[in-house]
């Protein structure tokens, strides 16, 4: 099996399970328990907060553990909104943004927000403009993410925070999910307020992601309790997946460099191999540059996009067509079509993303695949 | 070191590390995506589906599982509110509630909910005549536990289930963190409509709970985004967390009679056993039959409750006051209040909870060293 879906979800890096079976194993304390057993938990809940804080270049503090990507991007755009009342009540996304984000937002829209989806340029792109035009006195948060999932585009997010900064006094919160172990997200430069990561998309398990909440931003817990995580996340802390997240994190970052030039000429090679078989391939997203080194994303125009998904998955290749969330569904994914591609073109788009065991052999032999599964369709198509 | 924290939380067993780490190593597909990888991820979820569907005698689909117990009880308690608006706002709890039910209908407050805390007896028992007298036209959802976190009390939940039928349309939630793998719970006989569990208090893993939702409950999403489970919780699946739960939950249930028939005597044995060592210890909670039998809970008079754990973790045994959530806080217990216990017997409750791995030898131990402890502290205080 060739797995080219790393987007979607990685496999456990070999160290990261080590450290999490460990913790499985010896650490069953509860860490709000003062005893010895609970004070084992802590302290590994703490250094994962430390190598976490370090790859941000934030405060431990300023770390917030949730159940995952989604969650936090909840708590991003839901915990600000009750201490911002008197401000107002108008929120900022783009309309590429996750659903996590985006479903978020529309479901705001029913409790008395109002929300503005920002539109997007061909190649996914938010323009600075665009915002500075949607800003209003009363916009309380904006939301515009990191890199794309479903493309790979990366967001001019410090470009868009300085205009944020200019026109208003609203939050600003970016969804790093893809971002994280590709791009370097030190939250300073980037100039945010909050910043959602997960672990299981850098070699981190399922179950863990966390928020980066800026010192002094509002900020209200969505799953109330017990009032960990300093009152913004109640539940027991999920030891092992916090574990994970903090070592996959500092690893990723580790080896950021070296794989963004490893993994960007792999991804350049399997595009241009398989617009060597489908000449009329069409990439989609943002060029070199401007998108996540590990995406190869393409449209390929006159084929159905699930039925060229089956055959490659039979055929022994992981793909997608885009977020793993919409898996099944056939309509045209939202992020396509802001993009302006015609929904012909994005029925059969096809999302490879490399990681950290792609080869290049399984390169080479995933574009062999493509080809053919491609070619055969249309031969079929043509009988 | 001797674990009497169990209600806190547990060690989690070797064949649900061993399953989980088979998850980790060698499942690492997104569930949501459709091909190889992600199917092989979604057969292990939807297993554990099953498992925990067997245990509550309920549907496959009627299980939605979350990041643990305080999620699953924030959904119970925020996700029916807005479709039942038109019914009223509402809300009943027992005064005995673990923080995520008792903090979070006092959030609720704050967002135009009324809620009434019903008191109980000095048993920790909610009696089903304060629950009628409280039931209003406009109630919409009553939450009381199945069994308290800090002293074991059973609460008469099937008789409470029926009384609200009665009297009204409020749907019926009960916190079951405590009671999986020591008491039945079959939702057809309690008859609630949503029903909580937790992997990490029955030998499972932390960051993985479950909220039972019988068919037809009206319910949105806290966490929205991608639509998993049936739309009831967004976020990629915990796999490994919920294989681990789906797991621990049929091995609880499976040990679950003998297991109570054991950790039943063992308590017990602990009880008389530090009674004789500490003639003026006050046994908390109710009497056997409408307590966990893993519970043994003591008040000791005159003494500083959190200086005597200190120095029963220097012993080597890790025992509690109450909560694990409340540790450290010099705040009388909310459920000892309740309950009518004077807030200087307070002070010094001790919760010892036996689990799996607590064996005779052990129980004689912890009782020699809580004697041994109180009484220098009192010749310490004598001095």
């Not at 509860?30 to 430390?50: E, Q, T, Y």
């Not at 539109?119 to 209003?136: I, K, M, N, Q």
């Amino acid at each position: 099996m060739i797995y080219l879906d790393n987007a979607a979800s990685t496999p456990v890096r070999p160290e990261v399970r080590e450290a999490m079976a460990e913790a499985l194993t010896t650490t069953f304390g509860n860490p709000s328990s003062s005893h010895a057993a609970g004070r084992a938990a802590r302290a590994l809940v703490d250094r994962a907060r430390d190598q976490l804080s370090e790859v941000l270049n934030c405060r431990p503090r300023e770390v917030v553990f949730t159940g995952g990507g989604s969650e936090a991007e909840n708590l991003a755009l839901r915990g600000p909104l009750t201490r911002l009342q008197g401000r107002g009540r108008h929120l900022i996304v783009s309309a590429v943004e996750h659903e996590a984000v985006l479903e978020t937002a529309r479901d705001l829209q029913h409790h008395g927000y109002e929300v503005t989806e920002l539109g997007v340029d061909r190649f996914g792109l938010v323009s600075p403009e665009s915002l500075a035009a949607a800003l209003r006195e009363d916009t309380v948060l904006v939301s515009v993410m990191l890199a794309n999932n479903e493309v790979g585009t990366v967001e001019p997010v410090e470009e868009l925070v300085a205009v944020t900064r200019e026109r208003s006094t609203a939050l600003f919160h970016t969804d790093a999910t893809q971002a994280l172990g590709k791009l370097p997200l030190d939250v300073g430069r980037l100039g945010v307020d909050m910043l959602t990561v997960s672990a299981h998309k850098i070699g981190g398990p399922k179950g863990a992601g966390a928020l980066f909440v800026r010192h002094g931003t509002p900020l209200d817990a969505v799953v109330t309790g017990g009032g960990q995580e300093r009152n913004r996340r109640s539940g027991t802390e999920n030891v092992p997946g916090i574990v994970g997240l903090g070592l996959a994190a500092q690893l990723a970052e580790r080896e950021r460099e070296s794989e963004a030039i490893r993994l960007g000429g792999l991804a350049e090679r399997l595009r241009g191999r398989i617009r060597e078989l489908v000449p009329d391939a069409h990439p989609t997203g943002a060029p070199f540059g401007r998108r996540l080194p590990n995406f190869c994303t393409l449209a390929i125009p006159g084929l159905e996009g699930e039925l060229l998904l089956m055959r490659l998955d039979r055929a022994g290749l992981c793909a997608s067509a885009g977020s793993a969330c919409a898996s099944g569904s056939q309509a045209p994914s939202h992020v396509l079509l802001a993009m302006g591609l015609p929904p012909s073109l994005a029925g059969a788009h096809l999302r490879l993303t490399l990681g950290r065991g792609t080869t290049e052999a399984e390169v080479e032999e995933a574009a062999e695949i493509v080809g053919r599964e491609v070619a055969q369709l249309r031969t079929a198509a043509a009988v």
